[in-house]
Protein backbone atom coordinates (compact mmCIF):
# COMPACT_ATOMS: atom_id res chain seq x y z
CA UNK A 1 0.00 0.00 0.00
CA UNK A 2 1.47 3.39 -1.14
CA UNK A 3 2.75 6.17 1.96
CA UNK A 4 -0.83 8.37 0.32
CA UNK A 5 -3.08 5.52 0.90
CA UNK A 6 -1.78 5.10 4.69
CA UNK A 7 -2.09 8.59 5.18
CA UNK A 8 -5.67 9.13 4.22
CA UNK A 9 -6.51 5.79 6.15
CA UNK A 10 -5.05 7.53 9.26
CA UNK A 11 -6.65 11.13 8.73
CA UNK A 12 -9.93 9.25 8.52
CA UNK A 13 -9.09 7.31 11.56
CA UNK A 14 -9.04 10.07 13.60
CA UNK A 15 -11.91 11.63 12.49
CA UNK A 16 -14.09 8.81 13.27
CA UNK A 17 -12.61 9.23 16.86
CA UNK A 18 -12.86 12.67 16.99
CA UNK A 19 -16.28 12.75 15.78
CA UNK A 20 -17.57 9.68 18.47
CA UNK A 21 -15.63 11.81 21.46
CA UNK A 22 -17.98 15.16 20.12
CA UNK A 23 -21.24 13.21 20.60
CA UNK A 24 -20.37 11.76 23.86
CA UNK A 25 -19.50 14.98 25.23
CA UNK A 26 -22.62 16.66 23.99
CA UNK A 27 -24.60 14.19 25.44
CA UNK A 28 -22.67 14.51 28.61
CA UNK A 29 -23.75 18.51 28.44
CA UNK A 30 -27.26 17.47 27.51
CA UNK A 31 -27.79 15.71 30.90
CA UNK A 32 -25.59 18.86 32.79
CA UNK A 33 -27.81 19.52 35.90
CA UNK A 34 -31.46 17.36 35.40
CA UNK A 35 -32.51 14.08 37.11
CA UNK A 36 -31.94 11.02 35.43
CA UNK A 37 -35.38 9.45 36.60
CA UNK A 38 -36.91 7.03 33.60
CA UNK A 39 -36.09 6.64 30.15
CA UNK A 40 -36.62 9.10 27.22
CA UNK A 41 -37.06 13.04 26.88
CA UNK A 42 -38.75 14.35 30.19
CA UNK A 43 -42.09 16.08 28.73
CA UNK A 44 -42.46 17.96 32.37
CA UNK A 45 -40.25 20.47 33.67
CA UNK A 46 -39.80 21.80 37.23
CA UNK A 47 -38.63 25.10 38.32
CA UNK A 48 -37.83 25.34 42.26
CA UNK A 49 -37.06 28.42 44.09
CA UNK A 50 -33.22 27.61 45.55
CA UNK A 51 -31.49 24.56 46.59
CA UNK A 52 -29.27 26.18 48.59
CA UNK A 53 -32.48 25.33 51.02
CA UNK A 54 -33.24 22.16 52.47
CA UNK A 55 -36.63 22.52 52.34
CA UNK A 56 -36.15 22.67 48.07
CA UNK A 57 -33.69 19.68 48.11
CA UNK A 58 -36.50 17.54 49.65
CA UNK A 59 -39.23 18.94 47.37
CA UNK A 60 -36.60 17.93 44.67
CA UNK A 61 -36.10 14.59 46.21
CA UNK A 62 -40.10 14.12 46.50
CA UNK A 63 -40.26 14.70 42.97
CA UNK A 64 -37.73 12.64 41.62
CA UNK A 65 -39.10 10.01 43.53
CA UNK A 66 -42.79 9.88 41.81
CA UNK A 67 -41.20 10.26 38.69
CA UNK A 68 -39.39 6.80 39.19
CA UNK A 69 -42.43 5.45 40.50
CA UNK A 70 -44.03 6.70 37.27
CA UNK A 71 -40.91 5.50 35.34
CA UNK A 72 -40.79 8.56 33.68
CA UNK A 73 -38.17 11.56 33.29
CA UNK A 74 -38.58 14.80 34.71
CA UNK A 75 -35.80 17.98 34.71
CA UNK A 76 -35.71 20.36 37.83
CA UNK A 77 -34.38 23.47 37.84
CA UNK A 78 -33.50 26.42 40.14
CA UNK A 79 -32.26 29.33 40.60
CA UNK A 80 -29.29 30.58 42.60
CA UNK A 81 -30.72 32.42 45.51
CA UNK A 82 -34.45 33.97 46.13
CA UNK A 83 -32.98 37.50 45.26
CA UNK A 84 -33.25 36.06 41.37
CA UNK A 85 -36.62 36.97 40.44
CA UNK A 86 -35.65 38.02 37.02
CA UNK A 87 -33.17 35.16 36.55
CA UNK A 88 -35.90 33.01 37.50
CA UNK A 89 -38.41 34.26 34.95
CA UNK A 90 -35.49 33.98 31.96
CA UNK A 91 -35.78 30.01 33.20
CA UNK A 92 -38.88 29.60 32.50
CA UNK A 93 -38.98 31.27 28.97
CA UNK A 94 -36.29 29.18 27.89
CA UNK A 95 -37.63 26.09 29.07
CA UNK A 96 -40.48 26.97 26.91
CA UNK A 97 -38.13 26.40 23.88
CA UNK A 98 -37.17 22.89 25.03
CA UNK A 99 -40.42 20.64 24.17
CA UNK A 100 -41.13 20.65 27.60
CA UNK A 101 -45.49 19.84 27.59
CA UNK A 102 -45.80 20.64 30.87
CA UNK A 103 -43.89 22.95 33.80
CA UNK A 104 -44.51 23.33 37.45
CA UNK A 105 -43.06 26.39 39.24
CA UNK A 106 -42.33 27.95 42.85
CA UNK A 107 -42.42 31.37 42.44
CA UNK A 108 -40.22 33.80 43.74
CA UNK A 109 -42.82 36.49 44.29
CA UNK A 110 -46.50 36.46 43.49
CA UNK A 111 -45.72 38.28 40.27
CA UNK A 112 -42.27 37.40 38.89
CA UNK A 113 -43.64 34.74 36.91
CA UNK A 114 -46.90 35.67 35.32
CA UNK A 115 -45.53 37.44 31.83
CA UNK A 116 -43.64 33.79 31.11
CA UNK A 117 -47.13 31.66 32.17
CA UNK A 118 -49.19 33.94 30.23
CA UNK A 119 -46.60 32.33 26.92
CA UNK A 120 -46.75 29.03 28.19
CA UNK A 121 -50.69 29.26 28.14
CA UNK A 122 -50.24 30.23 24.58
CA UNK A 123 -48.05 27.47 23.31
CA UNK A 124 -49.90 25.20 24.83
CA UNK A 125 -48.11 24.32 28.22
CA UNK A 126 -49.80 23.16 31.10
CA UNK A 127 -48.83 25.25 34.54
CA UNK A 128 -48.89 24.30 37.80
CA UNK A 129 -48.03 26.59 40.86
CA UNK A 130 -46.10 25.21 43.80
CA UNK A 131 -46.37 26.27 47.58
CA UNK A 132 -45.82 30.42 46.44
CA UNK A 133 -49.40 31.31 45.14
CA UNK A 134 -48.89 33.55 42.43
CA UNK A 135 -51.32 36.55 42.45
CA UNK A 136 -54.52 35.21 40.66
CA UNK A 137 -56.00 38.19 40.24
CA UNK A 138 -53.37 39.28 38.34
CA UNK A 139 -52.80 36.47 36.66
CA UNK A 140 -56.10 35.90 35.13
CA UNK A 141 -56.05 39.83 34.19
CA UNK A 142 -53.00 39.13 32.06
CA UNK A 143 -54.93 36.27 30.72
CA UNK A 144 -53.30 33.51 31.92
CA UNK A 145 -54.13 30.58 34.28
CA UNK A 146 -52.66 27.36 36.14
CA UNK A 147 -53.87 23.91 36.69
CA UNK A 148 -53.52 24.28 40.08
CA UNK A 149 -52.28 25.55 43.37
CA UNK A 150 -50.39 22.85 45.39
CA UNK A 151 -49.28 23.89 49.36
CA UNK A 152 -49.46 23.88 52.86
CA UNK A 153 -51.94 26.10 54.34
CA UNK A 154 -49.27 28.96 56.15
CA UNK A 155 -51.79 30.79 57.74
CA UNK A 156 -52.00 27.25 59.86
CA UNK A 157 -48.56 26.83 59.80
CA UNK A 158 -48.29 30.37 61.62
CA UNK A 159 -50.95 29.51 63.38
CA UNK A 160 -49.27 25.98 64.71
CA UNK A 161 -45.96 27.55 65.77
CA UNK A 162 -48.07 30.42 67.71
CA UNK A 163 -50.05 27.54 69.49
CA UNK A 164 -47.08 25.82 70.63
CA UNK A 165 -45.50 28.91 72.17
CA UNK A 166 -48.60 30.28 73.73
CA UNK A 167 -48.75 26.73 75.51
CA UNK A 168 -45.71 27.22 77.34
CA UNK A 169 -46.31 30.89 78.30
CA UNK A 170 -48.98 29.87 81.04
CA UNK A 171 -49.00 33.25 82.88
CA UNK A 172 -48.20 35.20 78.92
CA UNK A 173 -45.31 37.99 78.01
CA UNK A 174 -43.80 39.41 75.31
CA UNK A 175 -43.30 37.60 71.84
CA UNK A 176 -41.71 38.66 68.52
CA UNK A 177 -42.21 37.46 65.03
CA UNK A 178 -39.28 37.36 62.43
CA UNK A 179 -41.14 37.53 59.30
CA UNK A 180 -39.49 36.50 55.61
CA UNK A 181 -39.22 38.39 52.57
CA UNK A 182 -41.68 41.31 52.76
CA UNK A 183 -44.84 41.01 50.18
CA UNK A 184 -43.44 36.67 49.82
CA UNK A 185 -47.04 35.35 50.32
CA UNK A 186 -45.92 32.42 52.58
CA UNK A 187 -44.39 34.42 54.54
CA UNK A 188 -47.04 36.93 55.02
CA UNK A 189 -49.35 34.06 55.44
CA UNK A 190 -47.41 32.42 58.37
CA UNK A 191 -47.34 35.99 60.02
CA UNK A 192 -50.80 35.99 59.56
CA UNK A 193 -51.50 33.03 61.42
CA UNK A 194 -49.03 33.49 64.01
CA UNK A 195 -50.14 37.07 64.54
CA UNK A 196 -54.00 36.29 65.08
CA UNK A 197 -53.20 33.59 67.34
CA UNK A 198 -51.04 35.38 69.64
CA UNK A 199 -53.78 38.87 69.70
CA UNK A 200 -56.31 36.47 70.72
CA UNK A 201 -54.29 35.44 73.64
CA UNK A 202 -54.81 38.72 76.38
CA UNK A 203 -51.77 37.38 78.18
CA UNK A 204 -49.58 37.12 75.27
CA UNK A 205 -48.43 40.84 74.27
CA UNK A 206 -46.62 40.99 70.27
CA UNK A 207 -44.12 43.44 71.35
CA UNK A 208 -42.69 43.47 67.21
CA UNK A 209 -42.78 41.44 63.62
CA UNK A 210 -40.30 42.19 61.46
CA UNK A 211 -39.00 40.30 58.07
CA UNK A 212 -35.24 39.28 58.07
CA UNK A 213 -35.58 38.10 54.26
CA UNK A 214 -34.95 34.05 55.33
CA UNK A 215 -31.68 35.00 55.75
CA UNK A 216 -29.90 33.39 58.62
CA UNK A 217 -27.36 36.18 59.69
CA UNK A 218 -29.92 39.07 59.70
CA UNK A 219 -32.34 37.11 61.39
CA UNK A 220 -29.50 36.46 64.26
CA UNK A 221 -28.90 40.77 63.84
CA UNK A 222 -32.87 40.99 64.10
CA UNK A 223 -33.19 38.91 67.08
CA UNK A 224 -29.87 40.55 68.96
CA UNK A 225 -31.51 44.09 68.37
CA UNK A 226 -35.11 42.44 69.73
CA UNK A 227 -33.44 40.82 72.67
CA UNK A 228 -31.69 44.44 73.79
CA UNK A 229 -34.90 46.53 73.15
CA UNK A 230 -37.20 43.78 75.18
CA UNK A 231 -35.36 42.45 78.02
CA UNK A 232 -38.74 39.98 79.14
CA UNK A 233 -38.83 39.00 75.74
CA UNK A 234 -39.94 35.20 76.28
CA UNK A 235 -40.39 33.68 72.82
CA UNK A 236 -39.66 34.27 68.66
CA UNK A 237 -41.51 32.56 66.14
CA UNK A 238 -39.50 32.34 62.75
CA UNK A 239 -41.39 31.73 59.73
CA UNK A 240 -38.65 29.55 58.56
CA UNK A 241 -36.32 27.67 59.89
CA UNK A 242 -32.85 29.16 58.91
CA UNK A 243 -34.39 32.44 60.65
CA UNK A 244 -34.70 30.42 63.16
CA UNK A 245 -31.45 29.13 63.80
CA UNK A 246 -30.20 32.43 63.26
CA UNK A 247 -32.72 33.92 66.31
CA UNK A 248 -31.29 30.80 68.37
CA UNK A 249 -27.91 32.02 67.72
CA UNK A 250 -28.30 35.65 69.35
CA UNK A 251 -30.70 34.09 72.08
CA UNK A 252 -27.32 31.54 72.84
CA UNK A 253 -24.92 34.88 72.38
CA UNK A 254 -27.23 36.83 75.29
CA UNK A 255 -27.53 33.38 77.21
CA UNK A 256 -30.96 33.61 77.36
CA UNK A 257 -31.44 29.91 76.37
CA UNK A 258 -33.85 28.95 79.22
CA UNK A 259 -35.76 32.31 78.79
CA UNK A 260 -36.76 32.71 75.23
CA UNK A 261 -38.35 30.11 73.19
CA UNK A 262 -37.58 29.92 69.66
CA UNK A 263 -39.20 28.23 66.91
CA UNK A 264 -39.35 28.15 63.15
CA UNK A 265 -40.95 26.47 60.37
CA UNK A 266 -40.16 24.37 57.66
CA UNK A 267 -38.63 21.03 59.70
CA UNK A 268 -35.09 21.38 58.15
CA UNK A 269 -32.76 18.72 58.79
CA UNK A 270 -30.36 21.11 61.05
CA UNK A 271 -33.94 22.18 63.26
CA UNK A 272 -35.07 18.80 63.98
CA UNK A 273 -30.90 18.22 65.00
CA UNK A 274 -31.50 21.31 66.62
CA UNK A 275 -34.34 20.10 68.72
CA UNK A 276 -33.08 16.98 69.42
CA UNK A 277 -29.88 18.94 71.32
CA UNK A 278 -32.62 21.15 73.16
CA UNK A 279 -31.82 24.11 70.89
CA UNK A 280 -35.09 25.34 68.82
CA UNK A 281 -37.48 24.40 70.82
CA UNK A 282 -39.88 23.16 67.85
CA UNK A 283 -40.55 23.56 64.26
CA UNK A 284 -43.62 23.57 62.01
CA UNK A 285 -42.55 21.35 59.57
CA UNK A 286 -44.16 20.93 55.97
CA UNK A 287 -43.53 17.61 53.84
CA UNK A 288 -42.01 19.90 50.63
CA UNK A 289 -41.51 16.37 49.52
CA UNK A 290 -45.33 15.33 49.15
CA UNK A 291 -46.09 18.98 47.52
CA UNK A 292 -43.47 18.13 45.01
CA UNK A 293 -44.58 14.85 43.98
CA UNK A 294 -48.48 16.00 44.15
CA UNK A 295 -47.35 18.77 41.80
CA UNK A 296 -45.55 16.54 39.69
CA UNK A 297 -48.53 14.06 39.53
CA UNK A 298 -50.88 16.84 38.57
CA UNK A 299 -48.75 18.03 35.38
CA UNK A 300 -48.22 14.45 34.32
CA UNK A 301 -52.29 13.94 34.43
CA UNK A 302 -52.79 17.09 32.23
CA UNK A 303 -50.65 15.84 29.48
CA UNK A 304 -52.50 12.76 29.59
CA UNK A 305 -55.92 14.42 29.88
CA UNK A 306 -55.33 17.32 27.87
CA UNK A 307 -57.84 19.73 29.86
CA UNK A 308 -58.74 22.91 28.51
CA UNK A 309 -56.30 25.80 29.27
CA UNK A 310 -58.12 29.14 29.81
CA UNK A 311 -57.89 32.11 32.39
CA UNK A 312 -61.48 31.08 33.52
CA UNK A 313 -60.69 28.13 34.95
CA UNK A 314 -60.57 28.32 38.42
CA UNK A 315 -57.12 26.62 40.08
CA UNK A 316 -57.53 23.36 42.40
CA UNK A 317 -56.10 24.07 45.43
CA UNK A 318 -53.95 20.61 46.92
CA UNK A 319 -53.65 20.90 50.53
CA UNK A 320 -50.90 19.38 51.80
CA UNK A 321 -50.54 18.96 55.77
CA UNK A 322 -47.72 20.50 58.18
CA UNK A 323 -46.82 18.99 61.63
CA UNK A 324 -45.38 20.49 64.79
CA UNK A 325 -41.80 18.26 65.90
CA UNK A 326 -41.32 19.21 69.15
CA UNK A 327 -38.97 16.55 69.82
Known amino acids: MSKFFKSILVLLGVLLLASCGGGEKEAKESESGKSNTGTGKAEVAIILKTLSNPFWVSMKEGIEKEAAVQGVKVDIFAVNSEEDVQEQLKLLENLMRKGYKAIGVAPLSPVNLIQGIVEANKKGIYVVNIDEKIDMNQL??????????????????????????????????????????????????????????????????????????????????????????????????????????????????????????VVGTDGAPEALESIKQKGLSATVAQDSSSIGAESFKILLEAIKNKPEISPDTVPKEVPVESKLVTE
Open 140 to 261: KASGGSVLAFVTTDNVKVGAKGAEYIVSKLPEGGEVAIIEGKAGNASGEYRKQGATEIFKADSKIKLVASQPADWDRSKALDLAANLIQKYPNLKAIYAANDTMALGALQAVINANKQNQII
